[in-house]
């Protein structure tokens, strides 16, 4: 059969009901795990692909798992003859330099899905666990210096056989987890909803026949490649540079630069990432898959949003990175953190994009993951890992959005109420911070201070992130936003803020707290010119002080609140 021989109109409903089963696969995920990581955070991804490992449909979870479930899925046809794929085998895998993910606490599973006897595709998901083993409870510790530290390595494996679950491949990983019933729970989970894929895709098959569906998925992947040639096309040929610092990586050592050129020729596109610093000691190094699901977000997001959920572009962007640095590490670096240096990779391609498309680029964000991880003593075992949230950066027509997740993650807020039912936790402050947004004609989105108080006897603190030394930058004249801080004990005589972003194993006592403020954003435009009504009601809220106003905006206040328009125009006129 051609591609003629399928209709359009066929071809977008099999591609929406193939993402209605993606969709479908993360609710039965979500509703079926034990961990808030996956059940209220929602830190998981879910996809379709067919048979010769394309992706061809994801549901729109969290950007950074774009691509990493590829890696099993090719693993599995480059490895195995396809008559060794057998219906009711299931596999799982999370290591990073083989195949599995992007970091080890990321479990991938993947079912090949047959239909009348024939491989038709694979039902894959990928979940964030929160706990594999490693050094420290959550395995997700910025400070770690070889993945052999990180947790259990996971190869290609397979957790089940022929429709039963491989009882030794279940109690391998669980042995090597800090909560073995809630890893038991959680890959059942995921389990539940490989089979949910594998069912719907094999009765997606069954209504239209392989033949429609198989052509009607290479229109796809076809579409979605046309669509990102046709935007680099619009984009002026060239090569557009740009580069920022991550936070270093041991105290005392020199920051990290990542660098990229963006290069545009007619409609093919290139990323080249020479110039970016080396390797680093520590879990912030970035492994193939990583990068390019990076690459990939950073490209839809600024070029065309409306790119298909699938896999039809990836081969045409080019990317190069030098092996040895930290866009590509050599093994067994550390990456259990690899996510702080993604988003900054993230900002240098989106940076350098604002050259080639102005105006559709927003200032900084606040581009950290600010992980937090808290464990409790034995007797009451608890591991809680949360993200904070911070600002988005401003755009060219609107302000930057407060407390959000941004470029490669998306998970969710664990709600205060879940928190502090399932953990012996107290949220004692959960607030927007005041000025951390970048001052701008479009003011920059705000960070996130949150109090956290133990309750139980004990606890390890362990967390990582950056944006605590170079701060979001700000664009076309707007500011930068504020950067991000750790702080033990805040507002008592043992006070002590953290030295850099990447800590493990903080013990803590009843009673301690521990201050999170995340970073805000950058702002866009000049300051001058906001509106005067715009920033008092931003002071109002309590997002501008009135001393920011006065000092950054050249806004005068009166007593009430209201601007005062002349003393106002005179301080802009000065």
Request: aromatic content about 6%; charged content about 20%; some cysteine.
């Amino acid at each position: 059969m051609t591609t003629s021989d399928v209709d359009q109109v066929t071809v977008q409903v099999i591609g929406n009901a193939m993402l209605s089963v993606a969709e479908e696969m993360g609710a039965v995920l979500r509703r079926a795990s034990y961990s808030t990581n996956i059940k209220e955070r929602v830190d998981c991804s879910t996809a379709l692909f067919d048979a010769h490992g394309q992706l061809v449909a994801q549901a729109e979870h969290i950007p950074i798992h774009m691509g990493s479930m590829k890696g099993l899925v090719q693993s599995l046809l480059d490895d195995k003859d396809t008559r060794q794929l057998c219906p009711g085998d299931v596999y799982i895998t999370n290591d990073p330099y083989t195949g599995g993910g992007t970091h080890l606490p990321d479990i991938t599973m993947a079912a090949p899905v047959f239909h009348e006897g024939a491989l038709v595709g694979f039902s894959a998901n990928i979940a964030h666990h929160s706990d594999v083993g490693g050094h420290v409870p959550g395995s997700n510790s910025g400070d770690s210096t070889s993945i052999f530290q990180e947790g259990l390595r996971i190869p290609a494996v397979r957790f089940m056989i022929g429709g039963a679950v491989n009882e030794e491949v279940l109690a391998f990983v669980t042995l090597n987890s800090r909560l073995p019933e809630e890893r038991r729970g959680d890959l059942l989970a995921q389990l539940a909803a490989v089979h949910t894929g594998g069912r719907r895709f094999s009765e997606l098959h069954a209504k239209y026949g392989s033949t429609v569906i198989d052509t009607a998925s290479g229109q796809l992947l076809d579409y979605a490649r046309r669509r990102l040639e046709v935007a680099v096309a619009a984009i002026p040929d060239g090569t557009y540079r740009a580069s920022d610092w991550l936070d270093s990586d041991v105290p005392g050592q020199e920051p990290i630069r990542i660098q990229t050129a963006v290069t545009v020729s007619g409609s093919e596109i290139s990323i080249d990432f020479d110039g970016t610093g080396r390797q680093a000691d520590v879990a912030i190094n970035v492994v193939r898959s990583a990068l390019e699901a990076t690459v990939y977000y950073a490209l839809k997001a600024a070029l065309d949003p409306e790119i298909p959920a699938n896999g039809g572009f990836f081969d045409a962007v080019r990317i190069d990175a030098p092996f040895g640095s930290i866009v590509n590490p050599r093994p067994p670096a550390a990456v259990a953190a690899r996510t702080d240096a993604c988003q900054r990779v993230a900002d240098v391609l989106l940076a350098a994009l604002a050259v080639a498309v102005p105006g559709r680029v927003p200032a900084g964000s606040h581009s950290s993951i600010t992980y937090v991880t808290f464990a409790g003593p034995d007797d009451e075992f608890f591991v809680y890992p949360e993200v904070i949230a911070g600002g988005a950066g401003a755009r060219s027509d609107r302000d930057g959005l407060d407390a959000v997740q941004v470029h490669v993650t998306n998970s969710s807020n664990l709600p205060i109420e879940a928190l502090e039912i399932e953990y012996p936790l107290r949220v004692d402050t959960y607030e927007l911070i005041t000025d951390s947004g970048g001052a701008g004609c479009y003011r920059g989105g705000l960070g996130v201070r949150r109090d956290i108080r133990v309750l139980s006897r004990r606890a390890d603190f362990s967390a990582h992130a950056d944006r605590q030394t170079f701060p979001p930058l700000g664009l076309a004249g707007g500011e930068d936003g504020t950067t991000g801080a750790f702080v033990l004990r805040p507002g008592t005589d043992r006070q002590e803020r953290l030295p850099g972003g990447r800590v493990s194993g903080i013990s803590l006592r009843a009673g301690d707290v521990v201050r999170i403020e995340s970073p805000g954003s950058g702002g866009y435009g000049d300051p001058r010119r906001r509106p005067a009504e715009l920033v008092a009601h931003d002071v109002a809220q309590g997002r501008v002080s009135p001393a920011s106003a006065r000092e950054r905006y050249g806004v005068v206040l009166l007593p009430d609140g209201s601007p005062d328009v002349d003393a106002t125009a005179r301080l802009r006129e000065e």
